[in-house]
T-cell receptor
Framework: AQSVTQLGSHVSVSEGALVLLRCNYS??????LFWYVQYPNQGLQLLLK??????LVKGINGFEAEFKKSETSFHLTKPSAHMSDAAEYFC??????????????FGKGTKLSVKP | IAGITQAPTSQILAAGRRMTLRCTQD?????MYWYRQDLGLGLRLIHY???????GKGEVPDGYSVSRANTDDFPLTLASAVPSQTSVYFC????????????FGEGSRLTVL
C-alpha cells in the first residue's frame, strides 16, 4: 500500500527566502509522486509530478522537487519565496498498480506562509 | 475552458435531509473521484468511478452514494445528512485510472446542522 507523510503542517518563510516543504512516501512499487497547491477557497492545482523519468522535476511558478529513492523522499523547493506562494501544499502518491482504483493518496498538507 | 463544474458552491443543510452534490466535466475523462477535505486530515477518497457505468468505494464511503450514468456526470448523494459530513467536497477527474494526475473542481462547502 502507498502512503505519504508531510513533515510540518505549517511552514513560515520570509519573502525571498528558500522554500522547503518535506514529503516522504511509502510504496511497495516504483511510485508516481505529485505536488499540488491549493489557494484559499479554490480547488487543487498540479504543481509538478514524478513518473519515473528524470529525478529532478521542475514545475510551475519556479517550484521543483527531487525524487530520492534511497531516502523515500520527494521534497518541494523554491529558491526564493514570493508573497503569492502563500497557500497549502499537498504531496500525493498514485494508488494505482494493478489495483481497482487509480486515485491519489494525499498527505495532510503543509500551509506555507510568506512574511514580507 | 470549464473543466470540472461543481454545484452548489456552498450549502447549509439540516441533519436528516437528503442532498446531492453535482459534478460535471467536459474533458471526456474516464475516471472521476469524490474527495472530502477536513482540517488536519487532508483529502480522503469517498467514491470513485473508473469508467461510465462503474463505481467503487474509497476510504470513507459510509453515508454517501454515487452513480455514473454517463462519462460527464458524477453526482454524490448524502441520503440522510449528519453533522460529521460537514466538509468541503471536491470532485476530480483523470483521463484514465493509471494516469495519476487529477483535475479538480472548485469544491462544494457543505454545513450540516
Amino acid at each position: 500500500a502507498q502512503s505519504v507523510t508531510q513533515l510540518g503542517s505549517h511552514v513560515s518563510v520570509s519573502e525571498g527566502a528558500l522554500v522547503l516543504l518535506r514529503c516522504n512516501y511509502s510504496s511497495s512499487v516504483p511510485p508516481y509522486l505529485f505536488w499540488y497547491v491549493q489557494y484559499p477557497n479554490q480547488g487543487l492545482q498540479l504543481l509538478l509530478k514524478y513518473t519515473s523519468a528524470a529525478t529532478l522535476v521542475k514545475g510551475i511558478n519556479g517550484f521543483e522537487a527531487e525524487f530520492k529513492k534511497s531516502e523515500t523522499s520527494f521534497h518541494l523547493t523554491k529558491p526564493s519565496a514570493h508573497m503569492s506562494d502563500a497557500a497549502e501544499y499537498f504531496c500525493a502518491v498514485s494508488a494505482y498498480y494493478g489495483g481497482s482504483q487509480g486515485n491519489l493518496i494525499f498527505g495532510k498538507g503543509t500551509k506555507l506562509s510568506v512574511k514580507p | 475552458i470549464a473543466g470540472i463544474t461543481q454545484a452548489p458552491t456552498s450549502q447549509i443543510l439540516a441533519a436528516g435531509r437528503r442532498m446531492t452534490l453535482r459534478c460535471t466535466q467536459d474533458m471526456r475523462h474516464n475516471a472521476m473521484y469524490w474527495y472530502r477535505q477536513d482540517l488536519g486530515l487532508g483529502l480522503r477518497l469517498i467514491h470513485y468511478s473508473n469508467t461510465a457505468g462503474t463505481t467503487g468505494k474509497g476510504e470513507v464511503p459510509d453515508g454517501y452514494s454515487v452513480s455514473r450514468a454517463n462519462t460527464d456526470d458524477f453526482p454524490l448523494t448524502l441520503a440522510s445528512a449528519v453533522p460529521s459530513q460537514t466538509s468541503v467536497y471536491f470532485c476530480a477527474s483523470s483521463p484514465d485510472k493509471r494516469a495519476g494526475e487529477l483535475f479538480f473542481g472548485e469544491g462544494s462547502r457543505l454545513t450540516v446542522l
